[in-house]
């Protein structure tokens, strides 16, 4: 039988289980877009790492509407360094290294400015000591991602609880129990933690809130036929899910989204693009509009739900619009569009940062490979596969199994994007498999910025490949030699490098 549950991530069954020193100050967050720069040394001691370090440095764009991630090589002396571009005047870093992946510390970066880390591994490779400029909440620094982690993976230990089944409930009693198990979550987790400042108290509640909700709650449809399996153990039966309305988002009001502390969270671009993609929404895309005249629409829609019709929000979600453009399609500015934003921002920071990052994916464009799509709903299930290597002979082919909400799978697409040109020339085929999980409107769209071959597949031929190449989760890969013969299959994307070692391997045999 195929194995549980396939495509939903671990973290969607959870949720249904379910001295304060110098400080950052995020209460005044301005919109720049400048630059920044951090610096550091790893100290390890010797002979316990073979390989060399890396660090990893993730930021939040929240006005291009992207998250970044940057892996950097440690010198020989334990030495790094990296300039990279902010939009805020302050923002949050969060990083960690090869040696210690599970360790993941958050430090502030400054427009125009120099953030310095350091840190010293002990003998059992568990941190030692962190010393950072500016300074920063130590407490908040080293827990305030693990907390994150421990509300998302947290189970109940009562041997007397059960499953609750919503899937039957009205709509009221599932945002009801939704808005509840977040709010025990975090009395359990941090609000009584006196150690963390008031200010991380309320970053970890906005994060742990837009993750939840960006992932359990915008598709109610998708959870609650998740909810009936789960809940009944009916791998046959179809529940009757009862239909929402614009209505549905009524719960957008208890997110305050005005707070310009969203600007410091890591999750603000996905809520983000939840909102501008949700096809019950039917917000309208920005493309040529008149800004003023686009948000008069939005305004229409959301104003209502998200409790205002005024203040900041609103510009920051047009401007996501276009970083929508940006990073689904890989798509550069019309001249139309850039006549819009010059006469709705002028000169101003929003309209700065939209154009810097145009001029980033105009390099882009200029090297993405056309979207094919391949209809094969009438092949057997047993079939896709061979009628996948029947069409590249002599071909490495790399496939992808992902989905449009699996945002594990949309990163390392991203990370390896750079990666991937490297082979534009070369006997290699990348091919992305996904299914009907994966609302087919929204699919459309965000493999326009993917390229390459891409299939939709039935739900009987997917969940046929997830049980016969034993895979559980997303995203998952399959590596095909030039003679059609499987050499490798993993689930979790493994890296840049790995992946590069992978396919070379297999080019010059």
Not at 34 to 46: A, E, L, N, Q
Not at 153 to 163: A, H, N, R, V
């Amino acid at each position: 039988m195929i194995k549980i549950k396939l495509i939903f991530i671990c973290t969607l069954f959870l949720f249904y289980s379910c001295n304060r020193g110098n400080q950052t100050n995020t209460n005044q967050i301005n919109i720049v877009a400048g630059t920044s720069k951090i610096t550091g040394r790893i100290i390890v001691p010797d002979g316990k790492i073979k390989n060399s370090v890396m660090i990893t440095i993730g930021i939040t764009h929240p006005i291009s509407g992207e998250d970044v991630r940057y892996d950097i090589p440690v010198d020989s002396s334990g030495n790094f360094s990296l300039d990279f571009d902010i939009e805020t005047e302050t923002a949050l870093l969060n990083l960690f290294t090869n040696v210690g992946p599970h360790k993941m510390l958050v430090v502030q970066a400054v427009n125009n400015d120099s953030t310095h880390v350091d840190i010293t591994y002990d003998a059992s490779l568990n941190i030692k000591n962190v010393d950072v400029m500016p300074a920063i909440n130590k407490y908040d620094m080293r827990q305030a991602i693990s907390v994150l982690g421990k509300m998302i993976d947290y189970k109940p230990t009562d041997p007397e609880w059960k499953y609750p089944q919503l899937f039957d409930k009205s709509i009221d009693e599932f945002l009801d129990y939704a808005k509840s198990s977040v709010a025990k979550r975090l009395v359990q987790f941090v609000d009584n933690d006196n150690l963390f400042s008031q200010e991380f108290k309320d970053l970890i509640a906005k994060d742990y809130r837009m993750f939840i909700y960006t992932g359990l709650v915008f598709n109610y449809e998708r959870q609650m036929k998740l909810n009936y399996y789960n809940s009944t153990r009916d791998t046959i039966g179809e529940p009757e899910i009862q239909k929402i309305d614009r209505s549905y988002f009524r719960f957008l009001k208890d997110f305050n989204l005005n707070d310009p502390q969203y600007l410091h969270t890591f999750t603000f671009p996905e809520l983000q693009d939840s909102i501008l993609n949700n096809e019950v929404l039917g917000l309208p895309s920005i493309g040529e509009s008149d800004i003023a005249s686009w948000l008069v629409s939005v305004k229409a829609i959301l104003s209502d739900l998200v409790g205002f019709d005024d203040g900041p929000y609103y510009d920051i979600l047009a401007a996501n619009a276009y970083g929508r453009q940006f990073n689904e399609h890989l798509k550069p500015l019309s001249e139309k569009q850039k006549e819009n934003i010059t006469k709705y921002w002028g000169d101003g920071e929003i309209a700065k940062v939209l154009f810097r990052k145009n001029e980033q994916i105009i390099e882009l464009d200029s090297v993405k490979s056309p979207v094919v799509v391949n209809d094969v709903s009438t092949i057997a299930e047993e079939k896709v596969i061979e009628n996948i290597i029947s069409k590249h002979k002599n071909k490495v082919i790399f496939i992808d199994l992902w989905a449009t909400w699996c945002a594990p799978c949309l990163d390392a697409m991203k990370r390896f994007r750079d990666t991937k040109d490297d082979y534009r020339d070369k006997d290699v085929v990348f091919v992305y498999i996904t299914n009907g999980s994966s609302p087919q409107k929204l699919w459309e769209s965000k493999i326009q910025g993917i390229g390459s071959e891409h299939y939709y597949l039935t739900s009987d031929q997917w969940y046929y490949m997830m049980d016969h190449f034993d895979f559980e989760g997303i995203p998952s890969y399959l590596l095909f030699n030039k003679e059609g013969a499987l050499v490798n299959k993993f689930t979790g994307f493994p890296g840049n490098d790995k992946v590069k070692e992978m396919i070379d391997g297999l080019l010059i045999l």
